[in-house]
């Protein structure tokens, strides 16, 4: 997908997220990130099917945790575009301070929030 197509700006950000879909769990590596998706790599061993719905979780520090479920919108390989369908109050906190934080601009930050509605 090209930028031009993008509705919110992606943040690169190296971490471990763990991703849950039924009684299965895993642990895949975030790429980067914006206000409503994320892309990550897949272990080699998972299945990856387009519409997957997955319980994710990403630990910022000590205290902070993002947690969300998400949904498989396009995939090539192991490279997994994500977007997020439920996130509670403090985890949207927690994200909208890690997108501040690394956002070139606040103002286009606080545009995509008011677009969330």
């Given at each position: ?7 919110y700006?992606r ?6 997220v763990?991703?849950?879909c ?11 990130i ?9 272990p ?8 997957e719905?997955?319980d994710?979780?990403f ?10 479920r ?10 997994v ?28 930050m606080?545009?995509e ?5």
């Amino acid at each position: 997908m090209t930028d031009e197509k993008r509705h919110y700006q992606r943040v690169a950000f190296d971490a471990e997220v763990v991703m849950e879909c039924g009684d299965a769990s895993w642990v895949c590596h975030l790429v980067d990130i914006s206000l409503k998706g994320l892309l990550v790599v897949f272990p080699s061993d998972v299945e990856i099917k387009l519409g997957e719905i997955y319980d994710m979780e990403f630990r910022l520090g000590v205290d902070a945790v993002i947690k969300m479920r998400v949904k498989v919108v396009h995939f090539e390989e192991l490279l997994v575009g994500l977007e997020w369908s439920d996130i509670d109050l403090e985890s949207l906190t927690h994200l909208r301070r890690l997108l501040e934080l690394n956002m070139s601009s606040a103002e286009e930050m606080h545009r995509e929030l008011s677009e969330l509605g």
